[in-house]
């Protein structure tokens, strides 16, 4: 992101062409510099097990729909916790409460660090740990009031991130990471009781707050499709346009180079704060909201697809 970042990165490849049998020059130890990241991404990248992500998106799904509230959403909280510290410098709990008309909701956003300690720039990836309280999309009435199972929308971003958390514990990054699982993200019947988690990470910031950042949001539906989200672009063209041309670089075909719809998404309460987001989301997921999101709709390839992505950004930049 930042353009001592790029500058490194160019000298490091003119060092490779031009120096390379010369170890003593300061271009060769920039050379080296570069063909170390570019191993450390490679096996990062090996070391992701989209089989152990698939198991974790089914393990989310084996509590049962997740909304705020009930024992299901405690158990995940828990277990999510739990996971992360296996491999994070950091976990804590970002409680909160939100008051409805007719209860008031315990939230917490749940947010791990890696890598260095903050001297350089750090990159947030986000998803929402949280499930719909009811079906509204559903094609059946008698459906429209009962909770979703989520397998895709809300578990499928959460296992990517935490499969990627045992990658960044393996290879430690070349840069601080905040893994931020959002709650309340899918609550109200209106967007103005959605996104609630989201919100609140972004009125409290502290030294959380990140340079830039991703969102996964419904990543693991088998037939995968990603445009680029409208509201990502519009706020922040470059950074958008420079991830899915890395997606093109990497032969991630379910990335199209083409504008999708607007999303209202975790990612807009942080770009309204000036954060450059990116909401990666396949908005086109027919089980949307309704009782047919289950875990036989997902794939462990889509998963890895956008876990390639993601990890490639982390070890290389953009």
Known sequence: MRKQWFIVLLV????????????????????????????????ASATF?????????EK?????????????????????????Q??????????????????TLHLNNILAEFGPPRSGETLLLAAHWDTRPFADRDPKPENRDKPILGANDGA????????????????????????????????????????IGSRFFARNLGKWK????????????????????????????????AIWRRAATLGLTPFQHR???????????????GIPMVDIIDFTYPYWHTLEDTVDKCSPKSLEVVATLVISIVYDGL
């Open 210 to 241: 990140p340079d830039y950042g991703i969102l996964l949001d419904m990543v693991g539906d088998k037939d995968l499709t990603l445009p680029i989200e409208r509201h990502s672009w519009n706020a922040n063209r470059g950074f958008t346009e």
């Open 60 to 84: 989310q799904c084996e509590f049962g729909p997740r909304p705020p509230g009930s024992a299901a959403h405690k158990e995940t909280q828990s277990y999510l916790f739990t996971e992360l």
């Open 49 to 57: 097990d989209a089989q152990r992500a698939f198991a974790i998106l």
């Open 259 to 273: 504008l999708g719809d607007a999303i209202m998404d975790d990612h807009v309460p942080l770009i309204e704060v």
């Open 156 to 195: 499928s971003g959460v296992a990517v991130l935490l499969e990627i958390a045992r990658v960044l514990k393996a290879h430690p990054p070349p840069r601080r990471v905040v893994i931020v699982l959002f709650d309340g993200e899918d609550y109200g019947r209106s967007v103005e009781n959605m996104f």
């Open 86 to 103: 296996k491999h994070a410098n950091s976990v804590v709990l970002q409680p909160h409460q939100y008051k409805t008309e007719t209860v």
């Open 12 to 43: 490091s490849m003119c060092s490779i062409a031009c120096v390379e049998s010369d170890s003593d020059s300061p271009n060769a130890e920039l050379g080296n510099t570069a063909r170390g990241l570019a191993s450390t991404s490679r096996a």
